[in-house]
């Protein structure tokens, strides 16, 4: 493998660029932290705030795992830097319950069975939310279609639609 | 990821100074596609320049009749805005068959036209790989080359490009408005993007210091008959193996004008004007449609993995054209092909 | 008391999950936690001769980079290196270890530094020179070098010759590709440097004694040194029942550095561990005019590597379906440049019943008979592998209520004759089979004076819902509300437990559960005896069952006695107790669970495009102990098979020997819009000889027989038989 960028000769360390302070306000709480340019919105949740219910399933925008509300649409945090998100605000998994009740997705999520091991959930869930604000899907097929963008493995999805239309209340 | 550093362009003016200076720097607006790379270790910018704040992001009418969409412009924002909706619907339709609706709340417009493909040497830093790193050859001629193209090759590079909203745009006849240091300047979108030939490291004739700013698609938006038909391997989030963006106008059962793209097939959305041309004056039929799909894949040629996609873009030429001319658009969320 | 045991109890873990509060295998903090990252081989086969760390060590932030030359200490036998789970035959891979490359993707290099970006960015730095040698990762170049492995599965009578002479006859080859696991969670480790050489280890594993002796076995460690910890498992199918190389990483990193690791490995390197091996699959049926079968000879050639020996069943499950007095079966493997392959959801089954269900659906095509109906006229009531019959055996119930569901009787039998506008409509069925397996295992009781019980157990839950049924049984057998029964699992100083997987989950926890009720029951009842005047002074044990909080006779339900005034009388605060559960031996009957899946395509009849409209799955598999959470496993493995059918294709690029589309956006799973109308039945089937509370598992049966049946549907459609799988357009198109 050609390794480029090996092009350094002397011992002398190479230094990284600078952390930059952003603010994030991370389900609802005003956050100041430092971030490389290189820090995905997924690592600096996970590593920096210790927000590890944000899932990484792939790292590159082909799963869903990550999925996270900034400024209330649905993003795969994997894929943003989170430096560029500076004054945002953002919703994971761990802002959608209030203190005293689950949130209606994570409900019927329960109550359907919507997921096997976990892992894909606060993905789907962050999704679904997103996909309810967005108010574009009404049916069945429209929920698979906008729902596509996060993988089960598992393979619960007929569930996760029923429980997506629990949620919106168009589940008769 | 190699290390970079990160600025935050104020204007547009102030992203050309940027950039201008920088000949390693990249742009950087939705990420979805420049982080992916970043983290294949594929794309190696020195710095990345923020875009995402400048104020492109608005879609106005304009004075001709057409429509103004800001280069920042979220795909999503697009695909659903009421102008677009009713007036380009075959756009709206092109943009939802693309990625997934996170991916379309995160990539801009104009990040769209500058996606790079999905071959998967260029990926793979271990192959050769021409568009990577010029001169290394091309893996995919004698490798696997299933999703690869059938139009437009050379002997050093058979990638495509891998947008579904570029197809519409080329039907659609947009153009792409760009900013360089010597000022503003209009290209044809046919003119964006290149076939490989033996420089398959460039995708594009935007020069390296010139940002898009705006694409504007003219008065004329077929909102009666119209079809984006996307073949690929799942029913959705994958990457097209043929895409097809079709546009008639009609009077009475004859074709007015027709526009027709292919996506999937080429280093670039394919648009073939001869094609249209032989359908101008017809009838909306099978037989002309059937016509048209020949003259469009007259010089097409398979590889060892991806032959199949000549035949399978002649009926879907066929199909889409039809959908077109019978007003019955291909759903993209009933997946059943009408 | 209402019972627990069947009822459609929601997950007890759900909150835990949808709030994102389970934590995974790198998940768990740490303080001075170093983070790494893998360097991985560019070339499939050869040695090291040049490996140049220098410029990765030179990044700020960059703590070291192990090798082969530089990493600590690590067992040098192959013994030391076999996991419980590991193949009999070969030598465990053993990564790091020396200057070999025996695969495209092996870890040669570990870089450790202070966050994961700066480790990856270095792990690019990493500059290595190879001295290449000649590879072969190709099946179908190698698969004239393959050699037989021996299997049970005896040959009886003398198929050739009466294939040669049956009036019917089908002969044909199957093909699926190298497929991957691909779970959602990426393989990780957390190793947390507890001090004096002490390691806890959080892994993503389905057993996590296992990965505890292979650890202890590897690193030359005391048991109580080294303390692994999975509580919730992302996902797995397989995947995870070997240690994989991220957890000998990790704890290498922790050994060298003296302080706490993470690895996860990114999705591409999961391509570097074990797959579904390729396999070509030879199917030659012969009947008889009036359909029974004659001759029946099922050859599988599967893939594995170089270095070790892994094979499955592939071609012992038509004796267990259907009568045949003349059947011959052949198992090879044949040896590629790759890692060993693995276990993948009904490893065996899922290739081998795919070729057979498809070929006898062509054999039914053959003798212009109703695939059911054929089905039915071999139906086999005895294991004719080994000549037993089976402890139950409700698949004739199976096909009948499936193909009701389904509708099957509205089939009109010619291809092609279906339709819905543009698309040609296509009806297929096959048969699915798998074991009816049992552990021994060993569960821990704590029950509290307060009516609350823990119940400990080193097993895994990747996901079938093990804590819910546990909860489910625990909470039975103590006659306790569910909400006062806390399951704790995936720690290896917990009670004793096998891997989870083969199925046998359910039945080895809930008889462990059972057995260690028992003990908790038969002490209350002692207790309750030295109460004066006691109720149940003359009770004896068999006689008594708790319910209600309540020690109660089964003969006067008014004498009974709490749970909290037992306790009080032995001024106890709690019981304790821990049995290890053995199932006794039967070698009388063959133990199976059956389905019959009926699945419904739609394909366009210009471009080929399919999709999967319905599918019905009607599973005989003995008591289901939860109806919600066992229809997620029918269907979740619906899903799998459509995947399989249609979609999954690991991708070589044999003249470099590696994966082309090693990652989870062109090696396709299905997505929500490929997914519709799927049916999941279980038929009942009581069955008092499998085991005491008649259980037979569900992790695997729900893939087996659903990539043919949607084949068969492919015929059905469009008349084209298309045995290599996935069935993609252009096959369709062909």
Redesign the interface.
């Known amino acids: 493998m050609a390794q480029r960028g090996a092009a350094q000769r002397s011992n002398d360390p190479v230094p990284l660029p600078g952390k930059i302070p952003i603010s994030l306000v991370v389900n609802g709480v005003e956050t100041a932290l430092k971030v490389a340019p290189w820090t995905t919105l997924l690592d600096a949740l996970r590593d920096n705030l210790e927000l590890t219910g944000t899932k990484k399933g792939c790292d590159h925008g082909q799963c869903g795992a990550c999925t996270v509300l900034v400024d209330g649409r649905r993003v795969n945090s994997c894929l943003t830097l989170a430096v560029m998100k500076d004054g945002a605000r953002v919703t994971t998994v761990e802002g959608l319950a209030t203190k005293d009740a689950l949130h209606p997705l994570q409900q019927a999520f329960i109550d359907h069975d919507a997921f096997q091991c976990g892992y894909c959930t606060p993905g789907q869930l962050c999704s679904a939310a997103g996909l309810i604000a967005e108010g574009n899907a009404k049916t069945p097929d429209q929920i698979r279609e906008l729902m596509s963008g996060n993988l089960c493995r598992c393979g619960a999805y007929p569930n996760i639609v029923a429980a997506i239309q629990q949620a919106m209340g168009t589940n008769s | 990821?190699?290390?970079?550093?990160?600025a935050r362009a104020n204007d547009v003016a102030d992203a050309v100074r940027m950039i201008s200076a920088d000949p390693a720097a990249k742009f950087?607006a939705g990420?979805?596609n420049l982080?992916?790379l970043?983290?294949?270790?594929v794309e190696?910018p020195s710095r990345?320049i923020?875009i995402?704040r400048l104020p492109l992001d608005t879609i106005e009418p304009t004075a001709d009749g057409g429509l103004r969409i800001g280069a920042l412009v979220p795909n999503?924002d697009l695909a659903?805005h009421p102008l677009v909706e009713q007036r380009y619907p075959l756009l709206a339709s092109a943009i939802l068959a693309g990625?997934?609706?996170?991916?379309r709340?995160?990539a801009s417009t104009g990040g769209n036209l500058l996606q790079r493909t999905?071959c998967?040497?260029f990926?793979?830093?271990?192959?050769p790989c021409n568009k990577r790193?010029p001169g290394s050859g091309c893996?995919a001629i004698?490798?696997?080359n299933?999703?690869h193209a059938i139009l437009g090759t050379s002997e050093n590079c058979i990638a495509t490009h891998p947008s579904d909203m570029c197809v519409a745009l080329a039907a659609l006849d947009a153009r792409v408005r760009v900013t360089g240091p010597a000022g503003e300047r209009a290209m044809a979108f046919d003119d964006f993007h290149r076939l490989p030939g033996d420089t398959p490291q460039t995708d594009t004739n935007l020069l390296p210091d010139e940002i898009v700013t705006a694409i504007e698609l003219p008065a004329l938006g077929f909102a009666d008959n119209y079809s984006y038909l996307k073949?690929r391997?799942?029913?959705?989030?994958?990457?097209a193996?043929v895409s097809i963006a079709a546009a008639l106008e009609l009077e009475g059962g004859a074709i007015k004008q027709a526009r027709l793209a292919l996506g999937g097939v080429a280093h670039k959305p394919w648009r073939n004007t001869a094609a249209e041309a032989a359908l101008r004056g017809q009838r909306a039929d099978q037989a002309s449609f059937s016509r048209a799909a020949d003259i469009l894949l007259r010089d097409a040629k398979g590889y060892e993995h991806n032959a199949?996609k000549i035949?399978?873009a002649r009926?879907?030429i066929?199909?889409t054209l039809t959908q077109a001319a019978q007003a019955t658009p291909q759903?993209?969320?009933?997946?059943?092909?009408? | 008391m209402t019972s627990y045991i069947g009822t459609a109890t929601s997950r007890v873990d759900g909150r835990a999950k949808v709030t994102g509060e389970a934590r995974y295998a790198g998940e768990f903090k740490a303080i001075r936690l170093a983070h790494a990252a893998v360097v991985e081989s560019a070339i499939p086969k050869g040695r090291i001769s040049r490996i140049d760390t220098g410029a990765a060590r030179r990044v700020a932030g960059v703590l070291d980079v192990l090798t082969h030359e530089n990493r600590p200490r690590m067992a040098d036998t192959d013994k030391a290196w076999k996991d419980d789970v590991a193949p009999e035959d070969g030598s465990p891979f053993r990564p790091l270890y020396d200057d070999r490359i025996m695969f495209s993707g092996q870890p040669i290099a570990l870089v450790l530094g202070e966050d994961w970006e700066t480790a990856r960015y270095a792990a690019s730095l990493v500059d290595i020179q190879y001295d290449k040698q000649d590879f072969v990762t190709d099946l179908r170049q190698q698969h004239d070098q393959a050699f037989v492995v021996e299997k049970p599965d005896k040959p009886h009578g003398d198929a050739d010759k009466a294939f040669a002479a049956a009036s019917v006859r089908h002969e044909a080859e199957y093909y699926i590709p190298t497929e991957h696991h691909n779970p959602m969670e990426l393989f990780a480790s957390t190793v947390v440097w507890d001090g004096g050489g002490k390691l806890t280890v959080y892994d993503k594993t389905q057993g996590v004694q296992n990965v505890q002796r292979y650890l202890c076995s590897v690193f030359d460690k005391a048991p109580d040194d080294l303390r692994v910890i999975s509580p919730y498992v992302g996902g797995a199918f397989g995947a995870g029942l070997r240690p994989q190389y991220q957890v000998v990483l990790a704890t290498l990193g922790a050994l060298a550095l003296r302080r706490s690791v993470r690895l996860v490995l990114t999705r591409q390197q999961m391509y570097g561990l074990g797959y579904r091996p390729a396999t070509i699959e030879r199917l030659a049926l012969g009947a008889s005019a009036n359909g029974t079968l004659d001759a029946l000879t099922h050859e599988a050639i599967a893939v594995t590597s170089q270095f070790e020996e892994f094979s499955r069943n592939d071609t012992g499950w038509a004796a267990l379906l259907y009568k045949s007095t003349n059947a011959n079966y052949v198992h090879k493997l044949a040896r590629l440049d790759l890692p060993t392959s693995s276990d993948m959801r009904a490893p065996g089954a899922a290739t081998g019943v795919y070729a057979l269900e498809c070929a006898m659906d062509e054999l039914a095509i053959a003798l212009k008979l109703d695939p059911v109906e054929l089905r039915l006229r071999c139906y086999s009531d005895r294991d004719q592998n080994e000549d037993l019959p089976y402890t139950s055996k409700a698949l004739r119930e199976c096909y009948r209520q499936g193909a009701e569901a389904f509708g099957w009787k509205a089939r009109k039998a010619e291809p092609r004759s279906m339709r819905d506008g543009s698309d040609l409509v296509g009806w297929g069925m096959a048969t699915g089979v798998w074991e009816a397996l049992q552990m021994p295992m060993a569960v821990r009781i704590v029950l509290g004076a307060n009516g609350h019980a823990e119940v400990f157990c080193a097993a895994s839950d990747i996901g079938t819902g093990t804590y819910t049924i546990m909860a489910q049984v625990a909470a039975d057998a103590l006659g306790l509300p569910i909400d006062n029964i806390t399951i704790r699992l995936g720690d290896s100083t917990l009670p004793q437990a096998p891997v989870e997987g083969g199925s046998w989950m359910a039945a080895s926890t809930a008889h462990a559960i059972a057995a260690t009720a028992e003990e908790i029951r038969g002490e209350l009842l002692a207790l309750a005896k030295r109460i004066k005047d006691s109720p149940l002074a003359d009770a004896r044990p068999e006689d008594v069952a708790l319910a209600d909080g309540r020690l109660v006779s089964k003969l006067d339900a008014s004498r009974a006695i709490s749970i909290a005034d037992a306790m009080r009388s032995g001024a106890i605060e709690r019981i304790e107790k821990e049995k290890t559960n053995t199932f006794a031996e039967d070698k009388k009957h063959a133990r199976n669970t059956h389905s019959a899946v009926f699945a419904e395509v739609k394909v366009d009849e210009q471009l080929g495009v399919i999709r999967v409209t319905r599918v019905v799955s009607a599973v005989a598999a003995g008591r289901i102990l939860n109806a919600k959470t066992a229809h997620s496993q029918i269907m979740g493995s619906v899903v799998w098979g459509i995947g399989m059918a249609l979609h999954e294709e690991t991708v070589f690029d044999h003249r470099f020997g590696r994966i082309m589309n090693a990652n989870i956006a062109e090696y396709h799973v299905p997505v929500n819009a490929d997914v519709h109308d799927i049916k999941v039945i279980f038929v009942d089937e009581p069955d008092d000889l499998v085991n005491p509370m008649g259980i037979k598992g569900l992790g695997e049966i729900g893939i087996v027989g659903v990539a043919a049946a949607i084949a068969n549907a492919v015929y059905h459609a469009t008349g084209k038989r298309i045995r290599d799988l996935p069935i993609t357009l252009d096959k369709v198109m062909r």
Do not use: C
Not at chain 2, 99 to 103: D, N, P
Not at chain 2, 331 to 338: A, C, G, L, N, V
């Open positions: 990821m190699i290390p970079f550093h990160y950087i990420g979805t982080v992916d970043m983290k294949e270790n190696r990345l923020d995402s999503s659903y990625a997934s609706a996170q991916l709340n995160m999905r998967a040497y990926y793979d830093t271990v192959t790193e893996s004698g490798g696997i299933r999703i073949i391997d799942r029913l959705s989030y994958a990457f193996l199949f035949e399978l009926r879907g066929i199909r759903s993209q969320y009933d997946k059943k092909i009408r």
